[in-house]
């Protein structure tokens, strides 16, 4: 089995550590080579945590030219002028998200990817969910009928320190949980006809930002409705994706710790006035490492073991009406504390 020497380039990325664990798990895929960060900032906070104990810290330069493939977990705002670099140089990338830049820019650097063939892998975690994907088994089986709602919701109680982190960003939380949501959606259900948006500032705690957001993406006969919020109590315990249609409902919620799914098609809920269900058991899929799956893949994706199957186009799509949703306004500062 040939490994494939990786290196990381930044650890700003609040999933940075946490994709260089997963990758070190796997030592006969993976030669990890060692890790970059330009910012001196990130280093005192970040750079002596457990996933960079006895990794040499190098040049942006000499891990893109030492790396057959660059894991890029920098600061949101710095992820696509990165992964430009590493497609310029030839490598593949597992890159973070939501993109940055223009959406020209990130365009640009996926289709410089498509025409080098080369991997671009974007660390949207509910890709691997297995309730997520098992609902999507149900949709392509034609279990659930023609789909006709979707709601998604990803909520938090976040504190102080952390919401200001989100004044950064355009969209506040829903730029960055939300895009979570969008993927999923783009995936099932392609392009919206039309997006509303409802983009509301609490100001608790005194942090000024977009923290109570309700996008709505409409379809030629489905409604899909995705809720982001920094200020919902137990809103970890709330997060949810439900997909209905004609033939059938898949529920999940909460999507992690634990996932809870419950099922139902019109064969068990044969009675339109009572809760007629089954529960779908999975194990915790995050208590060893919520990214071992995405990193296995990205390695069978570079050995041509597997196929991508979120494409170029697909994840140019997801940006596109990410864009959309939050008013095409990617940052209003770069502070990272």
Known sequence: MKKIKIGQIGIGHNHGEAKM???????????????????????????????????????????????????????????????????????????????????????????????KNLIVQLGYMYRYNPAVLKCLEHIKNGDLGEIYSINAEMSTFHGPQYKKWLTNFGGGIMYILGSHLVDLIVYILGEPKKITTFM??????????EDNNLAVLEYD????????????????????????????????????????????????????????????????????????GMMQDFYAYIQNEKQNPFTYEHDYQVQKVLDKIVGGVRFHGKNID
């Open 200 to 209: 509301k500032h609490t100001g608790l705690d005194g942090v000024d930002f």
């Open 21 to 115: 664990l997963a990758v070190r798990k796997f030592p006969e895929l993976f030669e990890v080579i060692g890790y970059a960060e330009e910012n001196e900032r990130w280093v005192e906070k970040r750079g002596k945590k457990k996933g960079y104990e006895g990794l040499p810290r190098l040049s942006v330069q000499e891990i893109i030219e030492r790396s057959d493939a660059i894991l890029i977990e920098s600061d949101v705002w710095n992820l696509t002028k990165y992964a430009k670099m590493c497609i310029d140089a030839g490598k593949h990338i597992h890159m973070d998200k939501p993109a940055s830049g223009t959406l020209e820019e990130y365009k640009a650097v996926l289709d410089a990817a498509k025409a």
């Open 221 to 292: 006969k489905t409604i899909a409705r995705i809720f982001v919020s920094s200020v919902e109590v137990n809103g970890f315990g709330r997060r949810q994706f439900m997909v209905s249609g004609s033939k059938g409902t898949v529920n999940i919620c909460p999507l992690e710790g634990p996932i809870t799914m419950t099922y139902s098609d019109t064969s068990i809920a044969d009675k339109i006035y009572e809760d007629r269900k089954i529960f779908v058991p999975f194990e915790d899929h995050t208590a060893n490492g919520r990214y071992d």
